[in-house]
């Protein structure tokens, strides 16, 4: 180490330029905002997706449509996944907890088992709702549907 590379210790410097501290220091007067205009003030805060007056983008698009508040969601459940399921964890019985310990519904979710795939497998199903295809595979298969 010698005298041209000694630097101070991490941290122990302030680096950040401190405005408006008088004219000595170089930044003072306008304290780097410029002259006059909104940006100069203080307590000034531009609101989000403000254009300067122009209209915003969110209030230019035209709004349509309706999202009904009552709308029931539903996690589809096809029965190639119950027939992977079955081989795979060899049940008799797939129910709402058997979903949710192999990742394919969560707590609060509403189960509605759909037809796609092919069962082989008798197995009782329980879910909340069931299509009118996939109530007949699995009956036809020897399972039985049971709804929540």
């Not at 008799?92 to 082989?120: C, F, P, S």
Request: net charge positive; no cysteine; aromatic share 4%.
């Amino acid at each position: 180490m010698s005298l041209h590379n000694i630097k101070p210790a991490a941290g122990s410097t302030f680096t950040k330029k401190r405005l408006g501290r008088g004219e000595g220091s170089g930044s003072a007067g306008t304290a780097g905002r410029g002259h006059k205009g909104q940006k100069s003030r203080s307590g000034y805060s531009k609101k989000i997706g403000f254009e300067g007056g122009q209209m915003p983008l969110q209030r230019r698009v035209p709004k349509f449509g309706f999202t009904n508040p009552n709308r029931v969601e539903y996690r589809g459940i096809n029965l190639h996944t119950l027939q992977n399921l079955v081989e795979t964890k060899q049940l008799t019985e797939v129910n709402l907890e058997v979903l949710m310990q192999n990742g394919l519904a969560n707590k609060h979710d509403l189960v509605k088992v759909l037809g796609r795939g092919i069962l082989t497998a008798a197995v009782k199903v329980s879910a909340h709702k069931f299509s009118a295809t996939a109530s007949a595979a699995i009956e036809a298969a020897g399972g039985s549907v049971e709804t929540l």
